[in-house]
């Protein structure tokens, strides 16, 4: 099964409220109940538009290599992490 599909079919906002119901819980199936991808791609987003006083227009109207870049950041960092 494909990551940050909704198990059982519906909607994204359906996804998102099941993932913060059970975050980490699994389906009957013993299926993990996965964050929407499109989810953690809008936090990433946030985060870094946030951080770098942009508009997300702005942000995506970057390069791509940019982009990635910044998201590899963003997903390497440590709740606790204390360096930066």
């Known amino acids: 099964m ?7 079919g519906g909607s994204l906002s359906l ?11 699994t389906y009957q199936d013993g ?9 953690e791609l809008a936090e990433i987003l946030d985060s870094i538009c946030q951080r770098y006083s942009c508009l997300p227009s702005q942000l ?3 390069d ?5 870049m910044l998201a590899i950041v963003s997903e390497g960092k ?5 360096s930066g």
């Open 2 to 8: 494909e990551r940050g599909r909704d198990h059982g």
């Open 15 to 25: 996804g998102i409220a099941r993932w913060k119901a059970v975050r980490g819980g």
């Open 31 to 39: 299926t993990p109940i996965t964050k929407p991808v499109e989810l």
């Open 60 to 62: 995506l109207a970057e």
């Open 64 to 68: 791509v290599g940019i982009l990635r």
């Open 78 to 82: 440590v709740e606790d992490d204390k």
